[in-house]
């Protein structure tokens, strides 16, 4: 890429990139974790990522198109390699509104299709100043359009599959295999004093008695469903389309 288009790139300021699917810093939205959680099991059922962005003003010195691909871009929206990402952006005190979509999703919602959800679902409700109608039946124009796409999700969102990890990419075979050992010898020394068989003296203070070795429970806690946003490194936008009201 050419130096002085990396500059103009780096130029461009772009909020810190949200921790969660809907943001609302301009609070117009009523039940903003509703349509987080929707968005969130939208990704698990289809592995695309769709969020909105709701806020005053834009960033000084910018317009919503530049904003709005390089967010993409600096977010990660959507996965890597399918790029299945898109962003409702709205700035209420400029008026302006946009529809950002990554390449993966091109297919299905269209420029033109981003284009009609702005102009006829958006809009109308925008000018009669119902923010949250606007925003809600926008968000269910898109995923009813994106449900095209061929992606099927896995049941997890990328956040919920990078917290969920049960073991590092980078753990060698060998020490899984070690692992896999400990915890057989562990389950027979369980079953051994179970059975009476084992036995363990324990002594203190001069004073000794027999103990059965039990085991103890952790008490670990089953984490909750994440409705957190992770972007999934997608590399960004493709399109989309931008209105005003």
């Known amino acids: 890429m050419p130096l002085f288009l990396l500059v103009l790139l780096a130029s461009i300021f772009v909020p810190p990139k949200p921790s969660r699917y809907v943001t609302d810093r ?6 903003a974790n509703a349509l987080n959680a929707k968005l969130a099991n939208f990704e698990r059922q289809t592995s695309d990522q769709i969020l ?23 977010w990660g929206v959507g996965q890597k390699g399918k790029d299945n990402g898109a962003v409702l952006f709205v700035f209420i005190g400029d008026r302006k509104m946009r529809i950002e979509v990554g390449y993966g999703l091109e297919g299905s919602l269209t420029d033109a299709k981003s284009k009609w ?10 000018q009669r100043g119902d923010y949250d109608s606007g925003v809600r039946q926008g968000v269910d124009a898109m995923l009813a359009t994106i449900r095209g796409e061929p992606y099927r999700g896995n049941g997890r969102t990328v956040a919920q599959t ?9 753990v060698p075979p060998g020490f899984l295999f070690g692992c896999f050992i400990v915890i057989g010898m562990a389950a ?12 363990f003296q324990f002594s203190g203070n001069g004073s000794s008695g027999a103990s059965d070795f ?24 493709g399109g989309g389309a931008s209105d005003s009201w």
């Open 117 to 126: 959800i702005t102009s006829t679902i958006i809009k109308p409700q925008f």
């Open 214 to 237: 039990g085991s103890s429970s952790g008490g670990g806690s089953s984490s909750s469903s994440s409705d957190s946003f992770s972007g999934g490194g997608a590399s960004g936008g």
């Open 188 to 199: 027979l020394v369980g079953y051994l004093i179970s059975r009476g068989i084992l036995r």
């Open 162 to 170: 990078a917290h969920g990890k049960i073991w590092p990419d980078d």
């Open 52 to 74: 909105v962005y709701v806020d005053q003003h834009l960033p000084p010195n910018t317009t919503i198109e530049e904003m709005g691909s390089e967010a993409m871009r600096r």
């Open 26 to 31: 301009a609070f117009v939205l009523k039940d």
